[in-house]
């Protein structure tokens, strides 16, 4: 016979629509990965709208997991593998254990780093949300409407785990939440008011972080540590950094001691940032940059550039787009490739989840192939430590970078 607590416990939890697994559809869940797509559910038991939390069974009626539903191809998004009634409390120990997890990897105290990924998505166990932190502003962007709708409550979260560290938070929801839920919505500030931007330190290097107006939440993060390695082999070399953005590899390889450094990006904002990037740390006089198509640019480059920077924006955000992107990667790195100096060092990347490393690494064979150039793998990268890659979602690894020797 139940006790009066545990009598108590049950009419005190809530009820949440029951969504039932099609037989032979549970196994990705029982290993931990946090994704119900919508071909393996058989059934669902109450009210569903985008945003509700959810509980997953088994067709044996076998409690699996709880989390954000969302019509589409992933219908369900897991934060949970344990029954929880999600408070306050419970956003506040995810919010602690991902401060903990990048204040014992080192991040959170460097007196010449202020810019870190505090919230990765299914890599913290909060699928749907990312949260950046630039010198005491955190810009969130939810890309759930479940996680949208917890926004104040995970603010509250982060405010009492940072406390005087975190000094304002801005929403920049409304690009990346589906455009049924995102009409209407305009970003802004849930905790204080920092302008529009700040100014950041990564690694000793200055940079102007605009993220109302910036891609993404004003800045790429996860190139911090490949951007470090790329001052390694810029002194006294010829650098051209394309796909620039805010100049991240320019200002890096400038500061390292580069003799020149040319950024490219079709984006005339993007060129804007760079410019403004490096003069902030005095290295206009090195720098030329050219707001053009990559493609274009490299037509008539022959043997110009000892060091070439590679890091266009994902090709490939679907599968079935997946081959256009391999074919576009190809294109892009064989004509790297045949225009570099013999005893250049290429870096190239791809941040497409869909193209996985060894089609990555392929892909790059290939290019090498086309353009008759002896090459050679001196470093395989991915995204730094602040952008976790949880064990059971290997899909979480979307960074992938080559550095290679090319005679």
């Not at 408070?87 to 991040?107: C, H, Q, T, V």
């Not at 996985?356 to 730094?384: C, E, G, K, Y």
């Amino acid at each position: 016979m139940p006790t009066f607590a545990q009598l108590l416990s049950k009419i005190m939890a809530k009820e949440y629509t029951k969504i039932v697994l099609r037989s032979g559809k549970d196994q990705s869940l029982r290993r931990f990965h946090p994704w119900v797509f919508s071909g393996a559910i058989k059934k669902t038991y109450g009210p569903t709208q985008d945003g509700d939390i959810v509980e997953v069974f088994s067709n044996q009626d076998e409690y699996l997991g709880t989390g954000h539903y969302q019509e589409g191809s992933i219908t369900v998004r897991v934060f949970s593998f344990e029954q929880v009634n999600p408070g306050p409390d419970f956003w506040a120990a995810k919010i602690r254990s991902a401060w903990n997890y990048r204040e014992n990897a080192g991040l959170t105290n460097k007196s010449d780093t202020n810019v870190f990924r505090l919230i990765f998505a299914e890599g913290d166990g909060m699928p749907g949300l990312i949260v950046d932190y630039y010198n005491g502003t955190a810009v969130l962007q939810a890309h759930s409407i479940g996680m949208y709708r917890m926004r104040n409550e995970l603010v509250a979260a982060m405010k009492e785990a940072l406390g005087d560290r975190l000094q304002a938070v801005y929403d920049k929801s409304a690009e990346t939440l589906p455009s049924r839920e995102s009409a209407g919505m305009k970003n802004g500030y849930l905790l204080g008011d920092n302008g529009s931007g700040c100014e950041v330190l990564e690694n000793g290097h200055r940079f102007l972080i605009d993220w109302e107006a910036g891609q993404k939440t004003g800045f790429f993060i996860d190139q911090r540590d490949n951007r470090e390695l790329l001052a390694h082999y810029s002194k006294g070399k010829s650098v051209l950094n394309t796909f620039c953005y805010t100049g991240g590899f320019s200002v890096y390889a400038g500061k390292a001691g580069a003799t020149e450094v040319h950024s490219v990006d079709s984006s005339k904002k993007a060129i804007e940032l760079t410019n403004r990037n490096m003069e902030l740390n005095g290295l206009s006089h090195i720098h030329q940059s050219f707001a053009e198509d990559t493609f274009d640019f490299l037509k008539d480059k022959d043997n110009r550039y000892d060091v070439i920077i590679l890091d266009p924006p994902a090709f490939a955000k679907h599968h079935n787009v997946k081959h256009n992107a391999v074919m576009g990667y190809k294109r892009l790195n064989a004509e790297a490739l045949m225009k570099i100096k013999p005893g250049g060092i290429l870096f190239t990347f791809s941040c497409s989840q869909v193209v996985d490393r060894n089609l990555f690494f392929n892909t790059i064979m290939s290019a090498a192939i086309v353009a008759r150039r002896n090459v050679r793998v001196l470093h395989h990268l991915t995204q730094p430590p602040d952008h976790p890659v949880n064990i059971f979602h290997p899909e979480g690894e979307y960074l992938k970078g080559l550095v290679v020797y090319v005679e």
